[in-house]
């Protein structure tokens, strides 16, 4: 089955130690997004790959840094996570957006992290 | 600033019955509204989507209302069952890939 798939599903990390957490996808969609989602808040767009080009949000700390090396993969990297950085990070896909239509984005299980 | 709210954190409903989950949005060029739903543990599933040029769509017991002028929109599901118990969040979008979400509404099926 086509699907998107994030490991580790569960991370526990000391504070400031660098954390990578994984993504990837069999859907072959050319875009792909990060999402910060802490409990009982709406899911926080981090960033989005539109093929090979990253797409930052403006209030997305330099803490938090991406990589995509093909089109299947994709990577967050928190470089010196702090107590607040404990959330649910949520990995989608889509195609890209159709004309005069949306973009139903796929996601993935996700992985929660909590710093101690 | 939160673009898309979903002022009910929860929702109880018996089963059979019709739920109802609302949405209201401030950001008038949002073009495109979508809802998703999540069961504990899972990653959120698309549900349903609406266009800006309509008013109603519908997808067997799932049925989206928007009422632009009122910046609203409505999920209806009918009848409800025990599996439509998850968290349901409103999202919209404008014009690129980018959506943003709600808080979400937790909906309980009561049998």
């Known amino acids: 089955d086509a699907m998107v798939i994030q490991n580790p599903r569960y991370q526990v990390t000391q504070f400031g130690k660098p954390v990578t957490l994984s993504c990837s996808q069999t859907?072959?969609?050319?875009?792909m997004y990060w999402y910060q989602q802490k409990s009982s808040q709406a899911p926080k767009l981090l960033f989005h790959?539109?093929?090979?080009?990253?797409?930052n949000e403006a209030d997305t700390p330099d803490n938090f840094q991406s990589r995509r090396p093909n089109t299947s993969f994709c990577f967050l990297d928190i470089r010196s996570p702090g107590l607040g950085d404990t959330a649910m990070y949520l990995c989608a896909t889509s195609r890209e957006q159709l004309a005069g239509g949306g973009n139903e984005q796929f996601f993935g299980p996700g992985t929660r992290l909590t710093v101690l | 600033d939160q673009q898309v709210k979903q002022n009910s954190p929860s929702l109880s409903v018996q089963e059979g019955r019709i739920s109802i989950l609302n949405c209201d949005y401030t950001n008038s060029m949002f073009d495109y509204f979508l809802w998703y739903k999540k069961y504990p543990a899972e990653g959120p599933t698309f549900l349903i989507s609406i266009s800006s040029i309509k008013d109603k769509n519908e997808d067997g017991r799932f049925t989206v209302f928007l009422n632009k002028s009122a910046k609203h929109l409505s999920l209806h599901i009918v009848p409800s069952q025990p599996g439509d118990s998850a968290v349901y969040f409103c999202a919209a979008s404008v014009g690129d890939d980018k959506i943003i979400f709600g808080k979400g509404t937790r909906l309980h099926i009561l049998p």
């Open positions: 859907l072959n969609h050319n875009v």
């Open positions: 790959y539109y093929d090979k080009d990253f797409n």
